[in-house]
C-alpha cells in the first residue's frame, strides 16, 4: 500500500479523529484517485475494524471512534468522490422503529455501512412504518435497516414491511433487521430478506443481498 494510503488506513484503525482529515487531504493534493482513496485505505480499514471485532479484539467503543475517524475523512474526500463521479456502492435508509428511542446500534450500523461505501439516508429514531415507506419511494433505496431494541416495538417491524407492501415498494428494496431482541427466525417470521446481530455483521449481511463483492 502507497505511504499516504497507509497512514489513512491506520488512522481509522488507531481513531486518530485528530489528524485523518490532514491525512486525506494530503493524499487528494499528492494526486491520488478519490476512489482509490476510498477503496483502498478507508472501506479496507473498516473491513479490518470489522474482523477486529468479530476476533473480539475490538468492542463497540473501538468501532465508534473507527467509524468516526472514517466519517471525519469521508467528509473531506466526498466533494473530489463527487467531481469524479464516483457512486456509492449502494443506496440504504436506516431507521429505528416507531416507539423505539434507542440509537446507539443504529447510529453505528449506519456509519459502518457508510465506511463500506454505503450511501446512507439515516431517519432517526421512532420511525412510523409509513415514514420508511415514503423515504423509500423518495429515494429509491437499495435496501432498509429497520432496527429495534426493545421487545414490545419488534412487532413494528412487521408493519414497516406492510406499509412498504401497502405502498407498492416492497419488491423495490430489500429489508434487514437487527437489535437486541431481534432473531433470524424472527427475521424469517415476518418477511425480512436478512437479520444482522451487530454492526459488523450488517455490512455483511447488506453485501450479501445486494451482491457486492468485496
Given at each position: 500500500?502507497?505511504?499516504?494510503?497507509?497512514?489513512?488506513?491506520?488512522?481509522?484503525?488507531?481513531?486518530?479523529?485528530?489528524?485523518?482529515?490532514?491525512?486525506?487531504?494530503?493524499?487528494?493534493?499528492?494526486?491520488?484517485?478519490?476512489?482509490?482513496?476510498?477503496?483502498?485505505?478507508?472501506?479496507?480499514?473498516?473491513?479490518?475494524?470489522?474482523?477486529?471485532?468479530?476476533?473480539?479484539?475490538?468492542?463497540?467503543?473501538?468501532?465508534?471512534?473507527?467509524?468516526?475517524t472514517?466519517?471525519n475523512?469521508?467528509?473531506?474526500?466526498?466533494p473530489?468522490?463527487?467531481?469524479?463521479?464516483?457512486?456509492?456502492?449502494a443506496?440504504?435508509?436506516?431507521?429505528?422503529v416507531?416507539?423505539?428511542?434507542?440509537?446507539?446500534?443504529?447510529?453505528?450500523?449506519?456509519?459502518?455501512?457508510?465506511?463500506?461505501?454505503?450511501?446512507?439516508?439515516?431517519?432517526?429514531?421512532?420511525?412510523?412504518?409509513?415514514?420508511?415507506?415514503?423515504?423509500?419511494?423518495?429515494?429509491?433505496?437499495?435496501?432498509?435497516?429497520?432496527?429495534?431494541?426493545?421487545?414490545?416495538?419488534?412487532?413494528?417491524?412487521?408493519?414497516?414491511?406492510e406499509?412498504?407492501e401497502?405502498?407498492?415498494v416492497?419488491?423495490?428494496?430489500?429489508?434487514?433487521?437487527?437489535?437486541?431482541?431481534?432473531?433470524?427466525e424472527?427475521?424469517?417470521?415476518?418477511g425480512?430478506?436478512?437479520y444482522?446481530?451487530?454492526?459488523?455483521?450488517?455490512?455483511?449481511?447488506?453485501r450479501?443481498?445486494?451482491?457486492?463483492?468485496?
Amino acid at each position: 500500500m502507497e505511504p499516504a494510503l497507509q497512514t489513512i488506513y491506520d488512522d481509522i484503525i488507531d481513531g486518530k479523529m485528530s489528524e485523518i482529515e490532514t491525512d486525506v487531504r494530503a493524499a487528494v493534493e499528492a494526486g491520488h484517485a478519490p476512489r482509490t482513496i476510498l477503496d483502498g485505505a478507508m472501506i479496507s480499514a473498516m473491513d479490518e475494524v470489522g474482523d477486529l471485532f468479530e476476533a473480539g479484539e475490538y468492542f463497540v467503543p473501538e468501532m465508534l471512534v473507527a467509524a468516526n475517524t472514517m466519517k471525519n475523512g469521508l467528509a473531506v474526500l466526498k466533494p473530489h468522490l463527487a467531481s469524479s463521479d464516483v457512486q456509492p456502492s449502494a443506496r440504504v435508509v436506516i431507521g429505528t422503529v416507531q416507539g423505539d428511542l434507542h440509537d446507539i446500534g443504529k447510529n453505528l450500523v449506519a456509519m459502518m455501512l457508510e465506511g463500506a461505501g454505503f450511501e446512507g439516508h439515516d431517519l432517526g429514531t421512532d420511525v412510523p412504518p409509513e415514514a420508511f415507506a415514503e423515504k423509500v419511494r423518495e429515494v429509491q433505496p437499495d435496501l432498509i435497516g429497520l432496527s429495534a431494541l426493545l421487545t414490545t416495538t419488534m412487532g413494528k417491524m412487521r408493519a414497516t414491511i406492510e406499509a412498504l407492501e401497502t405502498a407498492g415498494v416492497r419488491d423495490q428494496v430489500g429489508v434487514l433487521v437487527g437489535g437486541a431482541p431481534v432473531t433470524q427466525e424472527f427475521a424469517d417470521k415476518i418477511g425480512a430478506d436478512g437479520y444482522a446481530d451487530d454492526a459488523s455483521s450488517a455490512v455483511d449481511r447488506a453485501r450479501e443481498l445486494l451482491g457486492i463483492k468485496v
